[in-house]
């Protein structure tokens, strides 16, 4: 069966470090997410992608944060300059088109910002 | 307008009854309804999902009961089990913004 891939599982990071989480959506779809989940709390929405260009973003999303579909199979997540409160799970997840509902979601990575 | 309340925090149940996990959104634009489970250390995943033009969805121990007018919706476990023992997120779709907005969870613990 298809499946969102996320690397790295977990990623330990001093504060002010650049991070990079990486993502391969199910290889036919068209929308790509970012969820971030604080342990224990809610899944909150940051991003959303389609057609090589940011949909959506939430307020959690500023100017620290991008996103990038640098070839056919990757969907990327930086954090420029990490914080103490950007420790949380990070969730990639996908969705085959606008009329499908399903949101596919990865295993996640964890960051851990020191 | 894009958040959606969910109630209870936390459900203590007993093996073989109900649980009962209950949502109510705002936003006029959500046009589908699902239902996810997570696991410890998991991504959350589909359980069961409705659209707002049907009342009810039963997908074997699973219902969604879904009340337009009130903007409610709400996830029935029936028989519940040991291995239900999760945390349960209901979630809308905005269908302009095709984004997903997330209740806040239900951590179940079925009782053996």
């Known amino acids: 069966e298809p499946e969102v891939t996320q690397t790295p599982s977990h990623q330990v990071t001093q504060m002010g470090q650049e991070v990079i989480l990486r993502c391969v959506p199910i290889?036919?779809?068209?929308?790509f997410y970012w969820y971030r989940q604080i342990l224990g709390q809610k899944v909150e929405f940051l991003v959303s992608f389609y057609n090589n260009e940011i949909s959506e973003k939430s307020e959690i999303f500023d100017d620290q944060f991008s996103v990038e579909r640098p070839d056919g199979s990757n969907f990327t997540l930086k954090i420029r300059s990490t914080k103490l409160e950007d420790s949380a799970m990070y969730f990639c997840?996908?969705?085959?088109?606008?009329?499908?509902?399903?949101?596919?979601f990865g295993e996640g990575s964890r960051l851990t910002v020191l | 307008q894009q958040q959606v309340k969910q109630s209870p925090q936390s459900l203590i149940v007993q093996k073989g009854g109900i649980s009962i996990i209950n949502c109510a959104y705002e936003n006029t634009a959500f046009d589908y309804f699902p239902w996810y489970q997570q696991f410890p250390g998991k991504g959350p995943a589909l359980l069961i999902a409705i659209r707002p033009d049907v009342s009810e969805k039963k997908e074997g121990r699973f219902t969604i009961s879904f009340n337009k007018s009130a903007k409610q919706f709400s996830l029935h476990i029936m028989d519940s089990q040991p291995g239900d023992s999760a945390t349960y997120f209901c979630a809308a779709r905005d269908n302009y913004g095709q984004n997903f907005v997330f209740g806040p969870g239900t951590r179940l613990s079925v009782l053996p």
């Open positions: 290889s036919n779809h068209l929308y």
């Open positions: 997840a996908s969705k085959l088109d606008r009329n499908t509902g399903e949101l596919f």
